[in-house]
DNA sequence: AAAAAATTCAACCGCTTATTT
DNA sequence: AAAATAAGCGGTTGAATTTTT
């Protein structure tokens, strides 16, 4: 059932390539009794012809009983676009926002979906989802403002008996009423604002042509989009505004940037993450 | 129907960083 | 303190699979 795998071979001692069923038990077991770890200790504990190495990465990559196995889904991508917006090719620190993913998976779902040369289609496509869910949250905000609004016209029920009992004595229950109107609509559209700015500060997508979206090297989102919306599929990166060059491969050097993320804007900025049940950071 | 081209993804490699001795 | 070993990371590879011609 196993064997007919053509490079499952033994090459300096070490067996190579797929893993097989058995393989997997004998790994399997082995964690179970000594924990992850102690990679190197497998091959001697079990017999198992594998290096550290090679049994670290099947645990990590595969076994691992707490990774999540179906597709992404379209919120994945969208945290994982985002992510790597602010982040470039760190794969495993874009992959500790996502719980059940590994690292490599989202460097292979990354570079087949979005690398380069052909994003005209796929980026469009991602823009879109990207734009209905900012939709959905939003309207999901409205929905959610209208119950509040409800409840609280609720809790001062018209007795239309005798306008004696006055609410608030010395203001008029319509200027009132105007007001407390006019405070949900502030608050309804500092939400929106919030939300727009969140979602668009670092977007990496063609979407965004706000004037307002600065990425951190300086270019802007809509330099970028016409960059990479132009469909001429011209070779790999574009140059823009002589400070950040934005690949669709290797992206710029965020090595700078990377400590000064406890700022608390960042946690904020991204706290809507944690609200979609994604562990930030 | 079959062959070629494209895509996917598990697993590898080399290098860097962290831990142990 | 430093050498040795282990873990972790990101880029790359190529067999298997899927799509296109």
């Known amino acids: ?13 070490w067996r190579k390539g797929p893993w097989t069923a058995q393989e997997d ?19 001697k504990l079990t017999g198992l012809k594998r290096s550290g190495k090679s049994c670290r990465l099947r645990w990590v990559n595969y076994l691992r009983p707490d990774l999540k196995r179906g597709k992404i889904t379209p919120q994945e991508e969208s945290v994982i676009l985002q992510l790597h917006a602010l982040w470039g090719n760190r794969w495993s620190t874009i992959a500790r926002s996502l719980p059940g993913r590994t ?14 040369a052909k994003p005209s289609k796929n980026v469009e496509r991602a823009r879109a989802r990207f734009l209905k869910q900012r939709r959905e949250m939003q309207s999901q905000l409205l929905l959610l403002q209208g119950q509040d ?5 609720e809790e001062q029920p018209d007795h239309d008996d005798d306008g004696a009992s006055e609410a608030t004595p010395g203001v008029p229950l319509e200027e009132e009423e105007e007001q407390q109107q006019q405070q949900h609509e502030d608050l309804r559209m500092m939400l929106q604002q919030d939300m727009d700015d969140l979602l668009f500060q670092f977007c990496p ?3 965004c042509t706000s004037s307002s979206c600065l990425l951190p090297g300086g270019g802007s989102c809509a330099s970028v989009v016409s960059a990479s919306a132009s ?35 960042w946690d904020s900025s991204f706290s809507f993450l944690q609200d979609q049940g994604l562990a930030f950071y």
């Open 103 to 116: 690292d490599n998976e989202i460097k292979n779902y990354w570079r087949t979906h979005f690398k380069k």
């Open 1 to 13: 059932m196993d064997g007919q795998f053509g490079w499952g071979r033994e090459e300096g001692g």
């Open 205 to 207: 997508m063609a979407s």
């Open 231 to 265: 469909e001429d599929g011209s070779s790999g990166d574009h140059q823009l505004d002589g400070a950040a060059t934005w690949g669709w491969g290797s992206l710029w050097n965020l090595d700078d940037v990377v400590d000064d993320v406890d700022g608390g804007a």
């Open 149 to 153: 609004q409800h409840r609280q016209e």
């Open 25 to 43: 038990k004998l790994l399997v077991e082995y964690v179970r009794q000594h924990g992850e770890g102690r990679w190197n200790s497998v091959a």
